[in-house]
T-cell receptor, first 116, second 113 residues
Framework: EPEVTQTPSHQVTQMGQEVILRCVPI?????FYWYRQILGQKVEFLVS????????KSEIFDDQFSVERPDGSNFTLKIRSTKLEDSAMYFC??????????????FGPGTRLTVT | AQSVTQPDIHITVSEGASLELRCNYS??????LFWYVQSPGQGLQLLLK??????LVQGIKGFEAEFKRSQSSFNLRKPSVHWSDAAEYFC???????????FGTGTRLQVFP
């Protein structure tokens, strides 16, 4: 069964460093998402991406964050200058479409980001 | 404000017992409703979904959920729990006019043999 994959599974970085989290969505999906889950808190939406542009973003997704689909398979989340509060599990997800049947989002296993 | 409430933080059941996990939502538009399960160290696996139509939906692993519009609820049920069902369960809501899912805080299920 097709699945979303994410690399790395765990990333440790120092405050102020740039990190790139990588995801390979399910191949026939067209919508891509990033969520994060700070330890002990809810899963929160960050951004959605469709047709090579951001479709929707939350207030969390400020100028420190960016997303890109550099090729036909990868979808990346970049954090330009990490802060301690960016430590979280980051989930990538994908769906066939937005709205209605096919909107169900399939999640990857997550990347645990630890900022020291 | 849009929100999802899972009133039970932690539930413990015996293997073979029935299970009901509660989910209430507050959402302005017609909701799409989902249940996800997260095993330790794993990602979020989709258990079942509701978009429209029959209010009782069947999912994977023997789970079902019932949408009750009058109660703004989407409770997850399983008639007989297996030890492998021990995990964290998340209810989520979305809609046709937004890309994002709003998640509840989760319910941790523990299963005793």
């Amino acid at each position: 069964e097709p699945e979303v994959t994410q690399t790395p599974s765990h990333q440790v970085t120092q405050m102020g460093q740039e990190v790139i989290l990588r995801c390979v969505p399910i191949s026939n999906h067209l919508y891509f998402y990033w969520y994060r889950q700070i330890l002990g808190q809810k899963v929160e939406f960050l951004v959605s991406f469709y047709n090579n542009e951001i479709s929707e973003k939350s207030e969390i997704f400020d100028d420190q964050f960016s997303v890109e689909r550099p090729d036909g398979s990868n979808f990346t989340l970049k954090i330009r200058s990490t802060k301690l509060e960016d430590s979280a599990m980051y989930f990538c997800a994908s769906s066939v479409r937005q709205g209605g049947l096919g909107f169900e989002q399939y999640f990857g296993p997550g990347t645990r980001l630890t900022v020291t | 404000a849009q929100s999802v409430t899972q009133p039970d933080i932690h539930i413990t059941v015996s293997e073979g017992a029935s299970l009901e996990l509660r989910c209430n939502y507050s959402y302005g538009a017609t909701p799409y409703l989902f249940w996800y399960v997260q095993s330790p160290g794993q990602g979020l696996q989709l258990l079942l979904k509701y978009f429209s139509g029959d209010t009782l939906v069947q999912g994977i692993k023997g789970f079902e959920a019932e949408f009750k519009r009058s109660q703004s609820s989407f409770n997850l049920r399983k008639p007989s729990v297996h030890w492998s069902d021990a995990a964290e369960y998340f209810c989520a809501v979305g809609s046709y006019n937004t890309d994002k899912l709003i998640f509840g805080t989760g319910t941790r299920l523990q299963v005793f043999p």
